[in-house]
T-cell receptor, first 109, second 117 residues
Framework: KQEVTQIPAALSVPEGENLVLNCSFTDSAIYNLQWFRQDPGKGLTSLLLIQSSQREQTSGRLNASLDKSSGRSTLYIAASQPGDSATYLCAVYTDKLIFGTGTRLQVFP | DAGVIQSPRHEVTEMGQEVTLRCKPISGHDYLFWYRQTMMRGLELLIY????????DSGMPEDRFSAKMPNASFSTLKIQPSEPRDSAVYFCASSLATGVGGTDTQYFGPGTRLTVL
């Protein structure tokens, strides 16, 4: 059974720091991996999607990497801002999306 | 496009009552998904549809839960009778059909927060 774990569960950093969120999964037979952002009381917003054949994807200050063989992905956020404060979820797609429990990020001024 | 639309945004009901949650997917999307999010179990897929046909309902917790998609622009998730442990946020999402098994990005609605007293 596929299990997705995210570390750390919560993170609080000052504005301007570069930070890394980690995601690990137990079964490497995935089609893709996605990173989402969830703001309080809101739905999920897709940030990046990495196909299983890809190693990384970039969007603005965000960079996500995928090492399928080791079952790991990282989301790198450069020069963090208070507006980045949210919960970040990773999810792997097998025959359905399986989500991790998320990392709650707070960036303070 | 207005994105995925869900109604109501909040629902408070008493145990034993019927609850119906509604979803309008993004126009042109072939896949529709229903998820449930709780503190204990995180975000879980309940059921998904492809071209209005239910494909996988293995995540539906009990027979008290049912979902329908009568047309491409509307879906319902019904709980009858509702119980306090059904309290959660229910999300609807939709996506285009690309690749294998609909592996395109899923777009989520704002969710319905359900409280069963």
């Amino acid at each position: 059974k596929q299990e997705v774990t995210q570390i750390p569960a919560a993170l609080s950093v000052p504005e301007g720091e570069n930070l890394v969120l980690n995601c690990s999964f137990t079964d490497s037979a995935i089609y893709n991996l996605q990173w989402f952002r969830q703001d309080p009381g809101k739905g999920l917003t897709s940030l990046l999607l990495i196909q299983s054949s890809q190693r990384e994807q970039t969007s603005g200050r965000l960079n996500a990497s995928l090492d399928k063989s080791s079952g790991r992905s990282t989301l790198y956020i450069a020069a963090s801002q208070p507006g980045d404060s949210a919960t970040y979820l990773c999810a792997v797609y097998t025959d359905k999306l399986i989500f991790g429990t998320g990392t709650r990020l707070q960036v303070f001024p | 496009d207005a994105g995925v639309i869900q109604s109501p945004r909040h629902e408070v009901t008493e145990m034993g009552q019927e609850v119906t949650l509604r979803c309008k997917p993004i126009s042109g999307h072939d896949y529709l998904f229903w998820y449930r999010q709780t503190m204990m179990r995180g975000l879980e897929l309940l059921i998904y549809f492809n071209n209005n046909v239910p494909i996988d309902d293995s995540g539906m917790p009990e027979d008290r839960f049912s979902a329908k998609m009568p047309n491409a622009s509307f879906s319902t998730l019904k709980i009858q009778p509702s119980e306090p442990r059904d309290s959660a946020v229910y999300f609807c999402a939709s996506s285009l059909a690309t690749g294998v098994g609909g592996t395109d990005t899923q777009y989520f609605g704002p969710g319905t927060r359900l409280t069963v007293l």
